[in-house]
């Protein structure tokens, strides 16, 4: 079986407080975006895991798609499978990448074993693999609280919107990212911008924490931020505590010779 793990944006990112058990509190919504990668799993005689496109830093016990294999295997005693998946999303973007990957390596699981783990459940599981993970274990627009893991729904929609993704060739880590961090309450919370202010009102209101101390070590961002700007984008954020920075057009916009270097995606929003 096939499935195509989609990416997410950080709409707003608030700090609020580091934790006991060493994670921060924080408000965002996450936003799904059809930037995918491509995950197959099928019966074997052994357990494998083989991986095409980008190539992925790390040991190979490390990627979540074999933490998520190893979780199940030991509640559901699952026989061997052969997982492949092929990279396209990029790492260290602040997208999600390698969480949806292995949120949807859950998923697929659960479905091929006929499991019927149910959702919650399934997002439990997810939550062990990382903060933003459980996120992924369904595909709609949500609010995340508590370190990413405690989700609530919002109406919010970016139909018809156009959207432009830009990675360039900088890898920021989460704990690069959270050593630059000072949390702090803020004075509106997400969802009550989101709701309250139009797009065209979400560049004054609606902020990621984590842009200072990254744009502080990496300036180029704010270059880059700038352009989308000049380029007629109505909001522009750097997405999680990665490097990929996002635009929201109103309408189409050509970028291809606009970021030498960089990775793009565009596309409107369904």
Same mark, same amino acid.
């Given at each position: 079986? !096939?499935?195509?793990?989609?990416?997410?944006?950080?709409?707003?990112?608030?700090?609020?407080?580091?934790?006991? #058990?060493?994670?921060?509190?924080?408000?965002?919504?996450?936003?799904?975006?059809?930037?995918?990668?491509?995950?197959?799993?099928?019966?074997?005689?052994?357990?494998?895991?083989?991986?095409?496109?980008? /190539?992925?830093?790390?040991?190979?016990?490390?990627?979540?798609?074999?933490? +998520?294999?190893?979780?199940?295997?030991?509640?559901?005693?699952?026989?061997? !499978?052969?997982?492949?998946?092929?990279?396209?999303?990029?790492?260290?973007? =602040?997208?999600?990448?390698?969480?949806?990957?292995? +949120?949807?390596?859950?998923?697929?699981? #659960?479905?091929?074993?006929?499991?019927?783990?149910?959702?919650?459940?399934?997002? &439990?599981? /997810?939550?062990?693999? =990382?903060?933003?993970? +459980?996120? *992924?274990?369904? &595909?709609? !627009?949500?609010?995340?609280? =508590?370190?990413?893991?405690?989700?609530?729904?919002?109406?919010?929609?970016?139909? #018809?919107?156009?959207?432009?993704?830009?990675?360039?060739?900088?890898?920021?880590?989460?704990?690069?990212?959270?050593?630059?961090?000072?949390?702090?309450?803020?004075?509106?919370?997400?969802?009550?911008?989101?709701?309250?202010?139009?797009?065209?009102?979400?560049?004054? *209101?609606?902020?990621?924490?984590?842009?200072?101390?990254? *744009?502080?070590?990496?300036?180029?961002?704010?270059?880059?931020?700038?352009?989308?700007?000049?380029?007629?984008?109505?909001?522009?954020?750097?997405?999680?505590?990665?490097? /990929?920075?996002?635009?929201?057009?109103?309408?189409?916009?050509?970028?291809?010779?606009?970021?030498?270097? +960089?990775?793009?995606?565009?596309?409107?929003? #369904?």
């Amino acid at each position: 079986m !096939v499935v195509f793990p989609f990416c997410k944006i950080n709409l707003g990112l608030s700090v609020r407080s580091k934790r006991p #058990d060493g994670y921060h509190n924080l408000e965002t919504c996450f936003y799904p975006v059809p930037w995918t990668d491509v995950l197959e799993i099928i019966p074997g005689d052994e357990f494998t895991f083989t991986t095409t496109g980008t /190539a992925i830093p790390g040991n190979t016990e490390e990627n979540l798609c074999v933490k +998520a294999y190893r979780i199940l295997e030991k509640d559901f005693n699952l026989n061997p !499978v052969r997982i492949h998946l092929h990279k396209i999303i990029p790492s260290g973007a =602040g997208l999600g990448g390698g969480s949806s990957d292995g +949120a949807h390596t859950l998923r697929l699981l #659960d479905s091929i074993f006929s499991l019927q783990i149910g959702q919650e459940r399934l997002m &439990d599981y /997810a939550a062990k693999l =990382g903060s933003d993970c +459980a996120y *992924f274990i369904q &595909d709609s !627009v949500m609010i995340g609280s =508590g370190r990413g893991e405690i989700l609530t729904g919002i109406s919010l929609t970016l139909k #018809d919107k156009f959207m432009v993704i830009v990675k360039p060739e900088i890898h920021v880590s989460t704990k690069d990212a959270f050593e630059g961090i000072v949390p702090q309450m803020s004075q509106h919370g997400i969802r009550e911008i989101l709701l309250r202010h139009p797009i065209a009102q979400w560049k004054d *209101f609606l902020k990621n924490d984590f842009e200072e101390p990254v *744009f502080k070590k990496y300036p180029v961002l704010k270059i880059l931020k700038e352009r989308l700007y000049n380029l007629g984008a109505t909001y522009v954020t750097m997405t999680g505590s990665g490097s /990929a920075l996002v635009g929201i057009f109103e309408s189409e916009v050509d970028i291809s010779a606009q970021f030498p270097g +960089a990775v793009y995606w565009s596309g409107f929003m #369904d």
